[in-house]
C-alpha cells in the first residue's frame, strides 16, 4: 500500500502513568485511496516495535456500488507487507505475478526484498455493490541479511491461521508463537501477531516478547489502573507479566518481537542503510523497477519528499 502523504503528521505519543506501559499514541487518521486509514507506527517515540515498522488500520469504510479501494502500482524494498482482513476483499497483484484476492481471515504476505511492485485494488464483482472493507496493513522489516532476498508472494487461507479460546477470549496467532501454538506464516526474525476479541470483565495476559505493543481496535480495555480506549496503541514495557481486562465487548491486535534495529523510511521505502533508499528512490523516479505483468496502465509516481 502506498503509506507516507507528505501533508500527514506522525501519530501523536504521550507518556503513560502504568508501569506496564511506556508509550500511548493515538492513530492519526487519514484517506487513502478512498479509505479510512488510522496510523500508529511509525510515532515519535515509538519508531518501530520489534520488527514492525508501519502499523496501519484500515476502515471500517463502506463503498457504494462502482467504487472500492484502487491503489495504482507502486515499490517496496527491504520489507514485507502483511495484510490481514475482517471485513471485505482486496485484489493483491504483484511483479512476480501474482494475482490473489484475500478475504477475511486470510494473510497476504509480500516479501519486497531486493525490490517489488504491486497494486491493491478490488475485484470488479466486489465493486459491483456496495461493499464494505475493514482490516489491517503492516509493514515488517526484514533483518539486515535478508533485506536483499529474491521478492516472493505467500497466501495463507484462513482456515491455516492457528484460532483458540483462551479462557473465554477468543484469539487468532496470525504470525509467531503464542499461547502453545504457532502459525504458519512465514517470518524472518522472532515475530508476534496476534488478533482477539475479548469480552467485558474477562482478562487475557499478553504473550512474551522483546518488545510488545498493543492496539484497540474497539471498545476499551485496562492495563492495571490505566484505561485504553479504541484506536490507541500502547508501548509495553519489557515487564514479563502483563495482563490486560476488558471494560467493554473489545479486539485487540497485540504485537512484537526481536528489535532489529534503527531503518531508514522514505515513501514505501525501508532499509537499514540510507544509500540502498536512495538508490530505490531514485530506481522509481527512472522507472527502473520490474513491471505487474497484470497491472501496467499507470503507476504512483515517487512524491517530493526528503529522508
Not at 29 to 42: A, V, Y
Not at 87 to 99: I, P
Not at 151 to 159: C, G, K, T, W
Not at 173 to 194: C, E, I, N, Q, R
Request: include cysteine; charged fraction near 20%.
Amino acid at each position: 500500500m502506498k503509506k507516507h502523504n507528505p501533508t500527514t503528521k506522525s501519530p501523536l505519543a504521550t507518556d503513560s502513568v502504568c508501569s506496564a506501559i511506556q508509550l500511548q499514541v493515538q492513530a492519526k487518521e487519514q484517506m487513502l485511496g478512498g479509505l479510512n486509514i488510522r496510523r500508529s507506527l511509525p510515532a515519535r517515540g515509538a519508531r518501530r516495535i520489534g520488527p514492525w515498522v508501519f502499523f496501519d488500520h484500515m476502515g471500517p469504510t463502506r463503498f457504494p456500488a462502482k467504487h472500492g479501494v484502487d491503489i495504482a502500482p507502486h515499490p517496496h524494498i527491504n520489507l514485507a507487507t502483511v495484510t490481514y482482513l475482517l471485513e471485505g476483499e482486496m485484489l493483491h497483484q504483484d511483479s512476480v505475478g501474482s494475482v490473489q484476492s484475500i478475504r477475511p481471515g486470510d494473510i497476504n504476505l509480500m516479501v519486497a526484498g531486493s525490490g517489488i511492485t504491486h497494486s491493491e485494488r478490488q475485484s470488479e464483482a466486489t465493486k459491483s455493490q456496495s461493499h464494505r472493507i475493514h482490516g489491517f496493513q503492516l509493514w515488517l522489516a526484514l533483518p539486515s541479511e535478508a533485506e536483499e532476498t529474491d521478492p516472493a508472494f505467500y497466501h495463507y487461507p484462513s482456515q491455516q491461521i492457528p484460532a483458540l479460546t483462551i479462557e473465554g477470549v477468543r484469539l487468532r496467532v496470525l504470525m509467531g508463537t503464542a499461547y502453545g501454538v504457532t502459525s504458519p506464516v512465514k517470518t524472518f526474525s522472532p515475530t508476534l501477531y496476534v488478533e482477539a476479541q475479548i469480552k467485558t470483565g474477562q482478562t487475557l495476559a499478553i504473550p512474551a516478547a522483546a518488545m510488545r505493543g498493543l492496539y484497540i481496535v474497539s471498545g476499551q480495555v485496562k492495563i492495571g489502573d490505566t484505561q485504553l480506549t479504541e484506536h490507541t496503541f500502547a508501548v509495553l514495557n519489557d515487564q514479563q507479566n502483563i495482563s490486560i481486562t476488558a471494560k467493554s465487548d473489545s479486539q485487540i491486535v497485540i504485537l512484537g518481537g526481536d528489535d532489529i534495529g534503527h531503518r531508514y523510511m522514505d515513501w514505501n521505502f525501508v532499509s537499514s542503510r540510507i544509500e540502498r533508499v536512495k538508490q530505490a528512490r531514485q530506481q522509481w523516479i527512472s522507472q527502473q523497477f520490474p513491471l505487474i505483468p497484470t497491472d501496467q496502465q499507470e503507476y504512483i509516481p515517487y512524491p517530493d519528499l526528503n529522508i
